[in-house]
Antibody
Framework: EVQLVESGGDLVQPGGSLRLSCTASGFTFSNYWMSWFRQAPGKGLEWVANIKPDGSEQHYVDSVKGRFTISRDNAKNSLHLQLNSLRVEDTAIYYC?????????WGQGILVIVSS | DIQMTQSPSSLSASVGDRVTITCQASQDIRNHLNWYQQKPGKAPKLLIHDASNLETGVPSRFSGSGSGTDFTFTISSLQSDDFATYYCQQFDNFPRTFGPGTKVDIK
């Protein structure tokens, strides 16, 4: 059974940093693109970033470029999202998901709150 | 960036009703479109990929059609479990973009 479990969410002040993790199981992690999405409270879905299976290629939404970094550790079946220079508008539930085009499997989501 | 619009933004319907949601892309995305269902407090669920392909295990009352810039999502006979928000999403280009969602609630 495919499972994705996010961790690392917290309350952080504007300008602060946070590292989210997503631990994968039930499939060969190193064979798949992985993605991060987010959803601000009461708002719609937003794609944030994704990363190629070998980590050699990443893509980001413009609003996080230069502030967020997606990475992966295939030996540990884990995906990460480093969030720097956080803004109030980054407050959201962050989801990891498997795939680049068809995101069939999603984690349960982790809440990041950016507030002073 | 490719802009996705959806119509309507919300609708009220009864069990057994036929429900149709439209999605329009700001440029040709071929058939590179997904439809997701999301219930409150839950992660999105992929229902249809490549505009018209039903995900394994998804009931056949759900269907999708379209290509290019205009797409349609249909629930042929609404069930109580279908009350949720539905999103279209394009994967033709980066950044991946979603429509604003259509909330389907009980009449």
């Amino acid at each position: 059974e495919v499972q994705l479990v996010e961790s690392g969410g917290d309350l952080v002040q504007p300008g602060g940093s946070l590292r989210l993790s997503c631990t994968a199981s039930g499939f060969t992690f190193s064979n798949y693109w992985m993605s991060w999405f987010r959803q601000a409270p009461g708002k719609g879905l937003e794609w944030v970033a994704n990363i190629k299976p070998d980590g050699s290629e990443q893509h980001y939404v413009d609003s996080v470029k230069g502030r967020f970094t997606i990475s992966r550790d295939n030996a540990k079946n884990s995906l990460h999202l480093q969030l720097n220079s956080l803004r109030v508008e980054d407050t959201a539930i962050y989801y990891c998901a498997r795939g680049v085009n068809h995101n069939r499997y999603w984690g349960q989501g982790i809440l990041v709150i950016v507030s002073s | 960036d490719i802009q996705m619009t959806q119509s309507p933004s919300s609708l009220s319907a009864s069990v057994g009703d036929r429900v149709t949601i439209t999605c329009q892309a700001s440029q040709d995305i071929r058939n590179h479109l997904n439809w997701y269902q999301q219930k409150p407090g839950k992660a999105p669920k992929l229902l249809i990929h490549d505009a018209s392909n039903l995900e394994t295990g998804v009931p056949s009352r759900f269907s999708g059609s379209g290509s290019g810039t205009d797409f349609t999502f249909t629930i042929s006979s609404l069930q109580s479990d279908d009350f949720a928000t539905y999103y279209c999403q394009q994967f033709d280009n980066f950044p991946r973009t979603f429509g604003p969602g259509t909330k389907v609630d009980i009449k």
